[in-house]
């Protein structure tokens, strides 16, 4: 069954404003996770990676978050711009590459 | 570079219909895998491919066939198509355990 999880469907947000996306994960033992951007009619992006002994990764405006004792992590976002509109999944990287993918949250950016 | 692509980009076939879904990466990537992504849900792994002559079962790879004879090529085959098989396919690409890329994807349906 799915170990990742997002817990929000939907997003909206105001141009300019931070967001925060949240995923939940059942196994304890999971070491690895992956955040991908997905826009309409796209193959997912990569957009920041973390791995289990680490608390806090930061790229460019965007920081994710994994706290390991609620089996929680988040993809917060800087000043959301339009183009940040897009689908944003976690996944759970399980060995050999293979990727276990959330359900997706969609990020909608309000003028 | 192209990156990876894959072709075609929408295909209808009817119940029973067989087809090849094409693959190709310009990265001299290693590894190659297949997902599909049902509506409003994440990606499933179908198979993937660690090298050339390859191949391993991934979360759904019922009524899905690969093969893998060349670094470059990594086509996906349906023998039986049927409407449980309607889905987006993507294929992505990567080096060992580095990030995947993504191809365009084909949106598929079977009537």
């Known amino acids: 069954g799915e170990s990742v999880g997002l817990h929000l469907p939907t997003l909206s947000v105001q141009e300019g404003d931070n967001s925060i996306i949240n995923c939940a994960y059942s196994n304890s033992a999971s070491d690895y996770f992956i955040w991908y951007k997905q826009e309409s009619g796209k193959g997912p992006q990569f957009i920041i990676d973390i791995r289990s002994n680490m608390d806090k990764r930061q790229g460019q405006r965007v920081t994710v978050l994994l706290n390991k004792t609620v089996k929680h992590l988040s993809l917060q976002i800087a000043a959301t711009q339009p183009g940040d509109s897009a689908v944003y999944f976690c996944a759970e990287n399980k060995g050999a590459q293979k990727l276990v993918f959330g359900q997706g949250t969609r990020l909608t950016i309000n003028p | 570079n192209a990156g990876v692509t894959q072709t075609p980009k929408f295909r209808i076939l009817k119940i029973g219909q067989s087809m090849t879904l094409q693959c190709a990466q310009d990265?001299?990537?290693?590894?190659m895998y297949w997902y599909r992504q049902d509506p409003g849900m994440g990606l499933k792994l179908i198979y993937y491919s660690v090298g050339a002559g390859i191949t391993d079962k991934g979360e759904v790879p019922n009524g899905y066939n690969v093969s893998r004879s060349t670094t470059e090529d990594f086509p996906l085959r349906l023998e039986l198509a049927a409407p449980s098989q309607t889905s987006v396919y993507f294929c992505?690409?990567?080096?060992?355990?580095?990030?995947?890329?993504f191809g365009p994807g084909t949106r598929l349906t079977v009537l």
């Open positions: 992505a690409s990567s080096y060992a355990h580095n990030e995947q890329f």
């Open positions: 990265m001299n990537h290693n590894y």
